[in-house]
């Protein structure tokens, strides 16, 4: 299929490694230009070298400026995004009963503030342009509430709900906005969640990520190119009439319907 966004400019936040990493090589494929970012420009820059055609820009995102800063890097290497991809880590694990104001102000400030500015930031020449793509790479814990992982549960669903609201405002302007659940995919971030639980647990790393395999219907992790196919649809053309939509890429993991 012709994905319709040969040409077009693709900013993909957080996409030095993981499901960042895969939607990039997924819309690079089919003719994007896509803008690689992560925490350090020398990491950034590698990783573009590795994708024809991409960019690496290094910005700290939370950090004053930062949004800013990646805004004007991303126009003038690749010129205002068609395509906006929001990505990035999540906050420590932990349970609710541990939860504190800071620990909730630092949820916003890691996953709904640098979105909202980076969706302010690009949505006027989208408008101007009658066409745009914004998809956010989150959680499916904002549909069913992952234990231990209770400030990501609240950043991530506050910015399902404000994406949600812009949906319904903007699809009049040829935008669609969408949000994209991973369930288990071979990331760091999963790597990582692992070796806290079996250090919590008293297990073997290997022990607890069969357990978790073992309760994924297709019996495996994802791929992070196989998530980056999914997404890279949903910034397509042909996927012009789907937005306001929370999709699972999840191996049946979640379930409910």
């Given at each position: 299929?012709?994905?319709?966004?040969?040409?077009?400019?693709?900013?993909?936040?957080?996409?030095?490694?993981?499901?960042?990493?895969?939607?990039?090589?997924?819309?690079?494929?089919?003719?994007?230009?896509?803008?690689?970012?992560?925490?350090?420009?020398?990491?950034?820059?590698q990783v573009a070298a590795t994708i024809p055609g991409a960019v690496g820009v290094g910005v700290d995102l939370t950090a004053d400026g930062g949004v800013d800063l990646?805004?004007?890097?991303?126009?003038?290497?690749?010129?205002?995004?068609?395509?906006?991809?929001?990505?990035?880590?999540?906050?420590?694990?932990?349970?609710?009963?541990?939860?504190?104001?800071?620990?909730?102000?630092?949820?916003?400030?890691?996953?709904?503030?640098?979105?909202?500015?980076?969706?302010?930031?690009v949505l006027p020449t989208m408008i101007e342009r009658g066409w745009g793509r914004i998809l956010s790479i989150s959680s499916t814990s904002v549909q069913a509430p992952?234990?231990?992982?209770?400030?990501?549960?609240?950043?991530?669903?506050?910015?399902?709900?404000?994406?949600?609201?812009?949906?319904?405002?903007?699809a009049r302007h040829g935008i669609t906005v969408n949000t994209l659940l991973p369930g288990r995919i071979e990331t760091p971030r999963v790597r990582g969640l692992d070796?806290?639980?079996?250090?919590?647990?008293?297990?073997?790393?290997?022990?607890?990520?069969?357990?978790?395999?073992?309760?994924?219907?297709?019996?495996?992790?994802?791929?992070?190119?196989?998530?980056?196919?999914?997404?890279?649809?949903?910034?397509?053309?042909?996927?012009?009439?789907?937005?306001?939509?929370?999709?699972?890429?999840?191996?049946?993991?979640?379930?409910?319907?």
């Open positions: 299929m012709d994905l319709g966004i040969a040409g077009r400019a693709a900013l993909v936040c957080a996409s030095t490694s993981g499901l960042g990493l895969g939607t990039a090589r997924a819309l690079a494929a089919d003719g994007a230009r896509v803008v690689i970012t992560g925490r350090t420009a020398e990491r950034a820059e990646l805004l004007e890097a991303t126009r003038e290497a690749v010129g205002s995004p068609d395509i906006l991809v929001l990505n990035g880590p999540g906050p420590a694990p932990g349970t609710a009963a541990d939860v504190d104001a800071a620990g909730i102000e630092q949820a916003v400030r890691t996953l709904v503030l640098p979105q909202q500015r980076l969706v302010a930031g992952i234990p231990r992982l209770a400030l990501s549960n609240v950043g991530r669903s506050a910015l399902l709900g404000y994406l949600k609201t812009l949906a319904g405002e903007v070796e806290a639980n079996a250090e919590r647990l008293g297990r073997s790393v290997e022990e607890v990520a069969a357990e978790s395999r073992a309760a994924i219907p297709m019996g495996r992790y994802g791929d992070p190119d196989e998530f980056g196919a999914v997404a890279a649809f949903l910034c397509s053309g042909p996927a012009g009439y789907v937005t306001g939509s929370a999709i699972r890429c999840d191996g049946g993991l979640v379930p409910t319907v």
